[in-house]
Each structure stands twice: as structure tokens, then as C-alpha cells.
Nanobody
Framework: QLHLMESGGGLVQPGGSLRLSCTAS????????IAWFRQAPGKEREGVSC???????????TYADSVKGRFTISRDNAEKTGYLQMTSLNVEDTAVYYC??????????????????????WGRGTQVTVSS
């Protein structure tokens, strides 16, 4: 059973940056596709970004249009941690951010903007608030 824990959220001013971390509990972390989702108040949860497992010949990353060019997803398999570097934050980025994972030893599901139905394991979320 994979457990995920997010950290790094907080309050930041518009234009600022934050780096979210997603730490996993299993040493087989590198065989999991990792994704970030967010849920703003009164809105449905939406996919933000995903990064492929080692099943891919080369690392695949995807982004929602709303964050493309501002957010960067990465992973450190040795540390069993995924990251979401967020820059140029604006008030519309305010949300609870969730890390999610799915076991993908043969092929990656990270082929487009991540969808909730693709991911099996979820963290509890970390709050990001962008406000002046």
C-alpha cells in the first residue's frame, strides 16, 4: 500500500513561488506515475500535471494549459519524492493541491492532462493560498 504525503503549501503573494513535495512510502516509487491535482473552493478537482514512471524510455511530463510555463513537475526516485515547482502564482492558483500515484510498471498513463480516474493512491492535500 502506497502512502503519499504532501508538504510545502502556504500563503504567498501574487507573483511569488512555492515548491510542493510529495513523499511516498514505498521503495518501488520509481514504478509509479505521479500527478498533481488541485481543488479550488466551490470547484471540482482538476488535473494540473503528471510525470511518468520509469516504464517510459524517457521522462514524460504534461501540464494543464492554465499552469503551462509557470509550473514544473519533477521527481527524485532515490528520495521517493515528487515535486511541483510553482512560479508566477496568481489568486486563481489558490486551492488544495493533491498528489496522486498509480502503479505503472509497463506503460505510463501520463499521456495528457491527468484525470482522477487514472490514479489510485492519493495524499491528503496541502493548501496553497495566493493573496496580497
Amino acid at each position: 500500500q502506497l502512502h503519499l504525503m504532501e508538504s510545502g503549501g502556504g500563503l504567498v503573494q501574487p507573483g511569488g513561488s512555492l515548491r510542493l513535495s510529495c513523499t511516498a512510502s514505498l521503495h518501488t516509487f520509481d514504478y509509479y506515475d505521479i500527478a498533481w491535482f488541485r481543488q479550488a473552493p466551490g470547484k471540482e478537482r482538476e488535473g494540473v500535471s503528471c510525470i511518468s514512471s520509469r516504464s517510459s524510455r524517457s521522462i514524460i511530463t504534461t501540464y494543464a494549459d492554465s499552469v503551462k510555463g509557470r509550473f514544473t513537475i519533477s521527481r527524485d526516485n532515490a528520495e521517493k519524492t515528487g515535486y511541483l515547482q510553482m512560479t508566477s502564482l496568481n489568486v486563481e492558483d489558490t486551492a488544495v493541491y493533491y498528489c496522486a500515484a498509480v502503479f505503472s510498471p509497463r506503460s505510463s498513463v501520463c499521456t495528457g492532462v491527468p484525470m482522477e480516474s487514472q490514479y489510485y493512491f492519493w495524499g491528503r492535500g496541502t493548501q496553497v493560498t495566493v493573496s496580497s
